[in-house]
């Protein structure tokens, strides 16, 4: 059984494309131990209740230093034993130290192809406000495992979504969900439980 923590920041419908996936049996061998939030009103909060799934919120803001909060977050997903830890519209940096303990064992989901539109101040509608203003005429999203940097790590499965003449950010944010996000999340963590992926450098191999 593979152990998922799962970090949220907002409305959770990535949480809950996971949740669907594994009520579906398409996630079989996995199980979500725990749902943390970065903040007390993310309504993915609720979604986790609806289901019975444990569920914390660990403000970075209530930690005199980032090295506290780390190390908070450490804790929590030890004594949850975690095997993967999944972004899923967590929209907060997590730090070194986390990221050491975890290398190479979590993985974030972001709404446009890496490497565009991406980085410090790129997450939630940003990118596709973005998109739109750059004129692109494809966007998507991006399934990668976290290092030390802004959405900089090896990347996992992209999908491209098109753009529309009379998209707004709203509805090509909603289109990348539906057409890209919903399903390579769930299908990146249905790869690593059953150990098919394999990384090298920056360089992801799907077996
Ligand atoms: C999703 O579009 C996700 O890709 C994005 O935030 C949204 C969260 O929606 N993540 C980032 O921008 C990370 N940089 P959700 O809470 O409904 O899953």
């Known amino acids: 059984m593979l152990r998922l923590g799962v970090?949220?920041?907002g409305g959770g419908t990535n949480l809950q494309a996971i949740i669907d996936k594994i009520e579906s049996g398409y996630l079989e061998g996995c199980k979500i131990v725990t749902v943390v939030a970065s903040r007390p009103g993310a309504y993915a909060l609720e979604r986790a209740a609806r289901y019975d799934i444990p569920a914390v919120c660990i403000s970075k803001k209530s930690f005199a230093s980032a090295d506290g909060y780390d190390q908070a977050l450490l804790e929590h997903f030890n004594s949850c034993n975690v095997d993967l830890v999944v972004l899923a519209g967590f929209l907060s940096m997590l730090g070194e130290n986390f990221v050491k303990v975890y290398q190479n064992r979590i993985i974030n989901i972001h709404p446009s192809l890496i490497p565009s539109f991406c980085g410090k101040g790129f997450y939630g509608i940003i990118?596709?406000?973005k998109?739109?203003?750059?004129?692109?005429?494809?966007?998507?999203?991006?399934?990668?495992?976290?290092?030390?940097?802004?959405?900089?790590?090896?990347?996992?499965?992209q999908k491209a979504v098109q753009v529309l003449d009379d998209d707004t950010p709203e509805s090509l944010q909603r289109r990348v969900m539906e057409q890209a996000e919903w399903e390579l999340l769930p299908k990146a963590i249905k790869l690593y439980s059953e150990g098919r992926i394999s990384i090298d450098g920056r360089k992801v191999t799907i077996k």
């Open 7 to 9: 970090m949220v920041s």
């Open 127 to 129: 990118p596709h406000q």
């Open 131 to 157: 998109a739109l203003e750059h004129g692109v005429k494809v966007t998507g999203a991006t399934v990668h495992f976290v290092d030390f940097e802004y959405d900089t790590g090896p990347i996992i499965l």
